[in-house]
Structures are given as C-alpha cells and as structure tokens.
C-alpha cells in the first residue's frame, strides 16, 4: 500500500534562518507531489506542485522554493524565513494523470517562525 | 477551476445524516467534483468525488444534480469524529490539474 511521510511534525526556527521540510511517498512510482501551506484561520494555500523529477511549478511567487531530486521526494526550502512563512505545511501526493484517485495528504509539519 | 459555494457553517445531531451542499453553478463539462475533509490540525481527507452519476463508498455519498450546478454530500449517520471543515472542489483531471481549496464548511456532530 502506498504511505507518504512527512517531517518533522513541529518545527521552531528564527527569523532569517533556512529551511528544510521533506516529504517522501512510497509503494508507488511517478506520483504528482504537491506542497500546500495552511495559515492560521486561513485556507490551504497550493505553493508548489510537481510531475515528474527535477520539474517544479509554482503557484505563489515567495520566499520559498521546491525541489524534486527523486521520484517519489519532494523537497521544501528556504534560504531566510520571515515571521509570515509560519504555518502548517502540508505534502501531497496523487497518481501520475491527474487526481480521479483523490489526493492523500501527509501528517503536516507545523513551522512557527520566531 | 470552477468556483464553489458553500455556507459557513451547519450541524446536525450524532446519529443523523448530514447533508453538505455545494453550489457550483460554472463548473465545466471535464470537471470533477471532488470532497475532502479536514479534522483540526490534521491533513486534509479525500472522501468521495463524481464526474456526472451519483456517487457511493464507505465514507458518504454524492448526489450531483442533472445540470451538475449542484451537488450534496451525505454523510449517512454523523458521528462526533465526522466534525470537521469540508471542502467541495470542482477541478478537472489531466497531468497537470490541482486542487484548489475554498474555505469550506464546518459542520459540528453534537450528542
């Protein structure tokens, strides 16, 4: 069965330090990979989505940037946090032609930027 | 993707449905409606999702009107554990197509 994985669960970090969340999925190959970003109070945000390996679209122009070195990893960065980068950041992943199967999110990694 | 409409918010007593409307009124011919739900502090949940027919599987089920401008989600005996935010997307299927969430609504199960 397929499992995506997600850490870590909470994180702290100060203003202007980098950043790096990653997201793994297995039991299956060339699956969509998408980052999402859930402010408090606020509605899931789509950041960065990606269909393959090394190719990356983003929905948001910020201060952060995704990477894909592996099928199935998805990488989220930052080489400076700000105090509005903190949220709930979410990984997802779904089957290679579109979503008719349902998107399956990851457990989250709470940033809280300090 | 096509914009949905949903009220705010709704709740309904422990052991009897939950009916969800979702107003899609400009959803488009490849289009998908989708459902997905999500309990505090927690990712979000894929429920159910229909293109024309209605939809059934262990979790709920989808009506989608004729003219597809509307659709409910039925959650058949709510139980405390179904409070959550609910959202319906509509959004077409393909290589490169995405989930864009609203805000939802918040149904509360109470005993």
């Known amino acids: 069965s397929q499992t995506i994985h997600q850490w870590p669960a909470t994180l702290v970090q100060p203003v202007g330090s980098p950043l790096s969340l990653e997201c793994t999925v297995e039991?299956?190959?060339?699956?969509?990979l998408y980052w999402y970003r859930q402010a408090a109070g606020r509605g899931l945000q789509l950041l960065f989505y990606s269909v393959g390996i090394g190719q990356i679209s983003s929905e948001v122009p910020q201060n952060l940037s995704a990477s894909r070195p592996q099928d199935r990893q998805f990488i989220l960065s930052s080489k400076k946090l700000l105090l509005s980068d903190s949220g709930f950041y979410l990984c997802a992943w779904t089957q290679g032609f579109g979503h008719s199967y349902g998107y399956t999110f990851g457990s989250g990694t709470r940033l809280t930027v300090v | 993707d096509a914009k949905t409409t949903q009220p705010t918010s709704m709740d309904c007593a422990e052991g009897r449905a939950a009916n969800l409307p979702c107003n899609h009124s400009t959803i488009s011919g490849n289009e998908y409606v989708y459902w997905y739900r999500q309990i505090h502090s927690q990712g979000p949940q894929y429920i159910i999702h229909?293109?024309?027919n209605n939809e059934t599987n262990e979790m709920a089920s989808l009506i989608i009107t004729e003219d597809r401008k509307s659709s409910t989600l039925i959650l058949p005996h709510a139980t405390l554990r179904d409070t959550a935010v609910y959202y319906c997307?509509?959004?077409?299927?393909?290589?490169?197509?995405?989930?864009?969430f609203g805000k939802g609504i918040t149904l509360s199960v109470r005993p």
């Open positions: 039991g299956t190959s060339n699956p969509n």
């Open positions: 229909g293109l024309k």
């Open positions: 997307i509509a959004s077409p299927t393909g290589a490169n197509s995405k989930l864009t």
